[in-house]
Nanobody, 122 residues
Framework: QVQLVESGGGLVQAGGSLRLSCAAS????????MGWYRQAPGKQRELVAS???????NYADSVKGRFTISRVNAKNTVYLQMNSLKPEDTAVYYC????????????????WGQGTQVTVSS
């Protein structure tokens, strides 16, 4: 079974930085796109950033210029560097893998981590 585990969340003051990481483990040959989503209280889950296996990244308008997504394919790990944090960034952050391939070419879709809390105080 494939598992995604996030780490790096915590409490930080406005203007500070955090670095989130998410490592996928299990029967994995390759992963297509990976991404970070967040969900604040009373709001829908939203895409923060995504990155293809080739390193092409997309960002929500609200985080452009402040957040950077990266990945190390050999480690099946995706990172989110968050700088200049704002109180409105407060949310539970979830990592996602859209397509996970095993050595036989079988695919599992839309896998999620357990989430990690990010709280930004003003």
């Amino acid at each position: 079974q494939v598992q995604l585990v996030e780490s790096g969340g915590g409490l930080v003051q406005a203007g500070g930085s955090l670095r989130l990481s998410c490592a996928a483990s299990g029967n994995i040959f390759s992963i297509n796109a990976m991404g970070w989503y967040r969900q604040a209280p009373g709001k829908q889950r939203e895409l923060v950033a995504s990155i293809t296996s080739g390193g092409s990244a997309n960002y929500a308008d609200s985080v452009k210029g402040r957040f950077t997504i990266s990945r190390v394919n050999a480690k099946n790990t995706v990172y989110l560097q968050m700088n200049s944090l704002k109180p409105e960034d407060t949310a539970v952050y979830y990592c996602n893998a859209d397509q996970v391939y095993d050595r036989l070419g079988r695919v599992r879709y839309d896998l999620w981590g357990q989430g990690t809390q990010v709280t930004v105080s003003s």
